[in-house]
């Protein structure tokens, strides 16, 4: 799916701003067809926002299931002869969106966009003034990923109709229009997708082979000059229902540098390879970004791409031919106030502190992040693992998830929907060097066997260029999946959840834990998340858990494990904030393994982790 430009023939219309807003506090306004007529008794509201933060009454922040979002929009003269679309990039979870009160789309899933061709709707009107009415539920069930329950309880000890959304992930269902509504045209024939595959010929890596991969070889290896290439073959694949005349490789100072006007045509599909001699390629921290600009008929679209390789074996992952040390987090997008909603300030900030703290990739932990912050990552030269929202499938105490009435058939049509909605938009990104098809799954469970064959299967069949990994919390005994992985992804708390603040027992259990792993599969391996809960600001000698001190002597135990295995190739810290959870006794206002504070500022162990990344 095309990320909405504007250019020549296309224009963009961001519908962001204060829209009208309501809570459907019986949950009666699809029956009732509030969505005929402008909505009644509204109260102003953000987009993109979450709603739940932004409110002082408890009653509209826990809601269970309906909010009504209202706005309008003119069409201008000018479009009479284009093709309209109404453009979401999120919205969660569940969306029902009208113009002019009839619907034009239902989405489900809350991560990821959806959009809605209004030409006809629009030809056929006389109105000046469109009504956009959405109706949008949070409720999560056994059919959704994530996955969750709505749990009701009655009887002695509970008032009537006593009732809540239960998830079982560790991160607050915020709900809401999270990222930008946009009208956007193009010509009535169009350009529809475009998917962009690179490969190199000489590529010249600066790695022999032969080094062992100790932490200071990847030092090493860091300060020698960037991998480049002889030439580079871009393999292109264009949908399109316009004639397409030429198309045309632009360098980063938007010189032309190859152009191709012959294709191979079938029906709407066009093919194409363009040869590019002494391309400049992505490397991580030091993105170079090509156009691929497609000229049809009618139709006009510049598509952003890369050019880099990747590879995995049994102990790396190469990109550009050179072994890849993955440092960074695991993160959320969240934010005080602004709860999930999209915020390019936010974001800005964001890669300037992983920059700082001299980061090199992260996870989108745990679903996909905003286009804009893709576009962000991928220009700033960060290695993204791009994860599918596929969290809450797994219980602590022992109950199943893939074995009885929980993940059903529905639960895995969604999964696999939501894996092509995440490749078709983030397909062309140089930044994202990895899929991970799921956090935290019972993979120990029979069930998840077939369940996770079909889901690595299909995500193999969207994408072979890609490497697949899943994170783990199954220990490597017990994991029944990772045969169909190329990394394996484990997230581990020794000393926090288990023999809680003994890091004496970390070096011996971890090592202990990865060895099994690359023994077991001969693949690499990530810790994708360690890391303690720290207060900011709270102190102690000697330290103890929760203060800033214990976090940084917690991490560096994990560190010395790592850099005596040459078979692991990065380590994510849990978490890159503090971040906002549901309330539990373990979670004092939220989950406080951030390395930052909320609101970005350093706790201790960042300038620890500093020293340590750059
Ligand atoms: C995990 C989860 C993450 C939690 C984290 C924690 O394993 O993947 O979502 O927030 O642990 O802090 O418990």
């Known amino acids: 799916m095309l990320y909405p430009i504007e250019n020549k023939v296309r224009e963009v219309k961001n519908l962001c701003g204060i829209w009208n807003f309501k809570v459907d506090v019986e949950n009666v306004g699809i029956q009732e067809k509030w969505f005929e007529k402008p909505l009644t008794d509204t109260v102003p509201m953000a987009v993109p926002a979450s709603y739940n933060d932004l409110f002082t009454d408890e009653k509209i922040k826990e809601h269970v299931g309906y909010v009504w979002y209202e706005t309008d929009f003119i069409i201008p003269d000018s479009w009479e002869e284009k093709r309209i679309v109404l453009r979401f990039g999120s919205a969660t979870h569940h969306a029902y969106v009208y113009v002019d009160g009839k619907q034009v789309v239902y989405h489900k899933g809350g991560f990821l966009p ?149 294709f191979k045509v079938s029906g709407q599909d066009y093919y194409a390879e363009i040869k590019l001699d002494n391309p ?134 969604h999964h696999l929907d939501a894996l092509r909605e995440m490749y078709e938009r983030d397909k062309n990104h140089p930044s994202v060097v990895m899929w991970s098809v799921a956090n935290e799954a019972a993979t120990h469970e029979e069930g998840a066997v077939p369940y996770f064959e079909k889901v690595i299967e299909t995500m193999r069949e969207l994408d072979d260029s890609r490497p697949i990994t899943m994170v783990h919390t199954t220990g490597a ?66 330290a103890v858990a929760f203060t800033e001190e214990f976090q940084c002597d917690y991490l560096d135990e994990f560190h010395k494990v790592f850099d005596q295995l040459d078979f692991m190739i990065g380590e994510h810290v849990w978490a890159y904030c503090d971040f906002q959870t549901k309330q539990g006794l373990n979670r004092v206002d939220g989950n406080k393994k951030g390395v930052f504070t909320r609101n970005r500022q350093p706790k201790m162990a960042a300038f620890r982790l500093k020293e340590r990344w750059k």
């Open 114 to 262: 959806f959009e809605a061709d209004i030409t006809e709707l629009m030809e056929k009107s006389n109105l000046e003034n469109h009504r956009l009415t959405v109706a949008l539920s949070n409720v999560l069930d056994w059919t959704c990923i994530p996955c969750g329950e709505v749990i009701s309880k009655e009887g002695d000890g509970y008032p009537e109709g006593f009732h809540f959304q239960e998830t079982y992930f560790d991160f607050y269902n915020y709900s809401g229009i999270h990222r930008p509504v946009k009208l956007y045209t193009t010509s009535k024939k169009y350009i529809e997708d475009i998917v962009i595959k690179t490969e190199v010929e000489g590529l010249q890596s600066n790695y022999s082979g032969e080094e062992m991969l100790t932490v200071e070889d990847y030092k090493a290896l860091d300060c020698k000059e960037l991998p480049t290439a002889e030439s580079a073959v871009v393999k292109i694949k264009i949908q399109s229902t316009d004639t397409l005349k030429a198309l045309m490789v632009l360098d980063e100072e938007g010189a032309v540098v190859a152009m191709e006007t012959r």
């Open 280 to 413: 400049t390629l992505w490397n991580p921290g030091a993105a170079y970004l090509y156009q691929l600009r497609v000229e049809g008929e009618q139709d006009v679209y510049s598509e952003t791409f890369g050019i880099r390789t990747i590879e995995t074996n049994e102990k790396q992952f190469l990109i550009n031919g050179r072994p890849f040390y993955f440092k960074g987090f695991g993160r959320h997008e969240d934010s005080d106030i602004h709860g999930k909603g999209m915020d390019e300030a936010l974001n800005i900030r964001d890669f300037n502190l992983l920059k700082w703290i001299g980061a090199n990739s992260f996870r989108t932990s745990h679903y996909p992040y905003s286009e804009e912050h893709m576009m962000l990552a991928d220009r700033e030269g960060f290695v993204v693992i791009d994860e599918v929202p596929a969290v809450g499938m797994c219980f602590w105490d022992g109950q199943s998830v893939f074995g009885g009435n929980r993940v059903n058939d529905e639960t895995l049509k």
């Open 477 to 542: 005994d017990g994991d029944k999946v990772s045969q169909w992985l190329d990394v394996i992804c484990v997230n581990r708390y020794y000393a926090w959840y288990t023999d809680h603040s003994h890091i004496e027992v970390i070096g011996l259990q971890l090592e202990k834990e990865m060895r099994r792993w690359n023994e077991k599969y001969q693949k690499p391996v990530i810790l994708s998340e360690y890391g303690a809960d720290t207060i900011a600001g709270y102190h102690k000698l000697p």
